[in-house]
């Protein structure tokens, strides 16, 4: 629990993926789930919290992946909160599955996921059915947070995925899904993305959080680090890149 911008944000960690509770009004805004399996995991974690599933009121999705909107479905239909999403992210949402759009950052995550892909063969999960009452996001969004009571905007940060969002407060801190990551640092990936879509994308998206504010990073996987360390990271990359010609 981190008290941040003078609320509190809760951090989850289910399975693969770590999420984010802050308290809006009337509520809370979940940021992310996981996979299908661990809808009950939070149930319970969020009972140790004194927090009722039914408090929370909207579910913002970073991506439409099959970690971050795994038991989304399941979630909307217990509590019938209302969904936030870039627009990008609706077919993939409604259909059920990780669009076929993005590659291993570096040769090393190539080889580990090939591993990982014994077991964990098809990316998809239960489909969203998306509705009116739905947020969809274009863009950068100034308001939708500061009208329920939280100090902050969203951001489009594409780059992993098309549609990918974060969220960054007032105070600089930075909920950011996977558009950048403190995870499986061994291979090399430094702070990028394990899969992209396009690394000058990834970067891009890296310096709008940073001119926009950002200081510290919460990412979905690995540890919070700051906006200090994620620029060291990409003048790092792209030294690495000029030098051989490679994403590392």
């Known amino acids: 629990m981190n008290n941040i911008s003078g609320y509190t944000v809760h951090s989850v960690k289910l399975g693969w993926t770590r999420c984010f509770l802050l308290k809006c009004t009337g509520g809370y805004l979940l940021i992310d789930t996981d996979y299908p399996k661990y809808y009950r995991r939070l149930e319970r974690k969020l009972a140790n919290l004194g927090i009722a599933i039914s408090d929370i009121k909207y579910l913002l999705l970073t991506h439409h992946h099959d970690d971050h909107a795994g038991f989304a479905a399941e979630l909307i239909r217990s509590t019938g909160c209302r ?53 969809l996001i274009e863009g950068d969004n100034g308001s939708f947070l500061k009208g329920i009571g939280i100090d902050g905007v969203i951001l489009h940060t594409p780059g992993h995925t098309r549609d990918s969002i974060s969220v960054l407060l007032s105070d600089g801190s930075a909920f950011v899904g996977d ?42 996987h690995g540890s919070l680090f700051s906006a200090t360390e994620l620029a060291a990271s990409q003048s790092m990359a792209l030294n690495k890149s000029d030098s051989n010609g490679d994403l590392g």
């Open 179 to 220: 558009a950048a990551m403190n995870f499986l640092r061994w291979t090399g990936v430094g702070h990028r993305p394990i899969y992209i879509e396009d690394i000058d994308t990834v970067y891009e998206s890296w310096r709008k959080l940073r001119e926009r504010g950002a200081r510290v990073i919460y990412p979905s």
């Open 83 to 135: 969904v936030i999403a870039h627009r990008n992210a609706v077919s993939g949402l409604e259909e059920g599955k990780s669009e076929e759009t993005i590659k291993p950052v570096n040769r090393r995550i190539r080889i580990v996921f090939s591993f990982y892909t014994l077991f964990h063969k098809e990316f998809k999960f239960p489909p969203l059915r998306l509705s009116e009452r739905d947020i």
